[in-house]
């Protein structure tokens, strides 16, 4: 736990592949495109997020199984690294 | 082949979803706590305190009597075990009340694992009806309390495995206590007839409750302040919204206030359709988790679609259908629940309730079992 910066954001497309792993019980998980439009950091920092990514649509994977796993329109977290990244093309784009 | 030891605890899951994130594995459970009969069940011990008067014990403790020690160190690490053991990533903490009453009724239980009596709030009467009972009322000393609260902390702290955090539950909340000390017959009439008593009763309470959320906080292996504080019924609150912006969001918000000085996050159980009242929950009480939820009046569905952008919410797994449903059918139910409650993190699976001795043990475990496998979300990193 601690005060990570985590961006978070709206999945408005999943592209799903056909490369997938199998799961301890045999369940597939497909590896999926997700593209997330950037809303905001998460609670944990009480912090704005930089105004040149709002509304920036960025890629990340995510293995996905289940039904739900499929939804559009819902919020998702990034991880400490996609967020790093992220934020490092920003630094790099403004230079 | 992927792996993910979804049975070992770890804080950081409900932390994440306390913050509106989505856990790094599966869904976290959460409950507000577990019956004494269905954690001896589970862990098939026996909890050797379990209808002590905690307050007391606690007190002859620190007063030098070793009788209950061994007992309290057993009991944790029981509760320890019973929350771990399943896959909660915190373990609760009971603070036991300090506010004495007689206006209890016994009557049998018919739960199934059931205990010798049933109690029930004697709405008709209270301990504190006029000024003259508030003169002579045991009001508790702070320091006293503090004392008590620490002993219990300390002891289970002292169990603790790594990663599991400790989440203390208020003795009631500040309306609850309030109302139990009261009788809600005289409380209401109380209202009318004599407001100063109601209002000096809330600044006594709300000054106990608030200071056990700050003596909380404090401590390193808090993770969460929890508080339950029943509010209404199925059709909406006790009392009108008025009164309670009045007389009990104010201390509530000062509790809440108290646990995010340190960082923490504020968990709120109230039972009722507080629909009328959630904006001033979220936006001045200031809660960041909501928990209590029934299908028939306010679902946890539409709950989590209501307010889940701004506010974790948890649980919800309906208690008639946790206690009468047939497996198969509650099955279904659950992954339901999952289906749309789990999509962007923020939420916690778990009983509507408590994990209570009504519930029907192999739908309580089968929501578990769910939880770990159903409740996986997408993998970031393989």
Redesign the interface.
Known sequence: ?GKKK?L?GIVVDIIKTDEY?????GSK?FK?IFIVELTRF???VREEMPRDLKNARVE??????????F?KG????L?EEETDRVLQSLKSQSR | MLYMDVDKPDFERLYAVLHLEEPMDRIPFYDLFADPEVIEAITRDELKLKYADMYSVARSILKGDSRYLQALEHDMALQIKFYTSLGYDYVVLQIPSPFPRTNIILAEDVAPLKRPKRSWQDEYRGVIESRDDFEKYPWPDLSEIQDIFLLLYNTMARHLPENVMIIPLTPGGVLENVMWLMGFVPFSKALRRDRKLVEDMFRQVGKVISFFCKISAEQEKVGAMSMGDDMGYKKGPFLSPEILRELVFPWQRECVANVHRYGKPFIFHSCGNLRIVMEDLINYVGIDAKHSFEDTSYPVTEYKELYGDRIAILGGVDMDKLSRAPLDEFVEYVKDVIRRCAPGGGYALGCGNTVANYVKLENYLAMIRIGKKYGRYPVKRW
């Open positions: 736990m985590l978070q792993r199998v799961d301890e019980e998980w999926c998460s609670k944990r990340v994977v995510r293995w996905c199984s289940y039904d739900w796993h939804r819902v919020r998702i977290t991880t």
